[in-house]
């Protein structure tokens, strides 16, 4: 029904940045709480961000925060995630999620509607 698509990963150095960013299908775009998620290899899918749908309200997880910044555009149906100050340590597929309404439990996997393909960051020391 709703279709996301990461785009931006890339290879990086250690300190270097990056912004991904995830395309939305559909009308109801500005209704959606938007995540950012990642899983390296051999790990669970582990929270990043998320953003409420009018963009007022954002949290991050704690190993990201201060570097991470997540934002979105509903004109464009875009969310973004700029990543500074990067880390062998954030190496990992990152994932776009979509939630079509709000749920406390937003740290979870289980909170999210619909999820895109990933786009692989890696970041070199």
């Known amino acids: 029904q709703v279709q996301l698509v990461e785009s931006g990963g890339g290879l990086v150095r250690a300190g270097g940045s990056l912004r991904l960013s995830c395309a939305a299908s559909?009308?109801?775009?500005?209704?959606?709480?938007m995540g950012w998620f990642r899983q390296a290899p051999g790990k669970e899918r582990e929270f990043v961000a998320t953003?409420?749908?009018?963009?007022?309200?954002?949290y991050y997880a704690d190993s990201v925060k201060g570097r991470f910044t997540i934002s979105r555009v509903n004109s464009k149906n875009t969310v973004y995630l700029q990543m500074n100050s990067l880390t062998p340590e954030d190496t990992g597929v990152y994932y776009c999620?979509?939630?079509?309404?709000?749920?406390?439990?937003?740290?979870?996997?289980?909170?999210?509607?619909?999820w895109g393909q990933g786009t692989q960051v890696t970041v070199s020391s």
């Open positions: 999620a979509a939630d079509r309404g709000s749920s406390v439990y937003y740290r979870q996997v289980r909170a999210y509607d619909y």
């Open positions: 559909g009308r109801s775009f500005s209704s959606y709480t």
């Open positions: 953003i409420t749908g009018s963009g007022d309200v954002s």
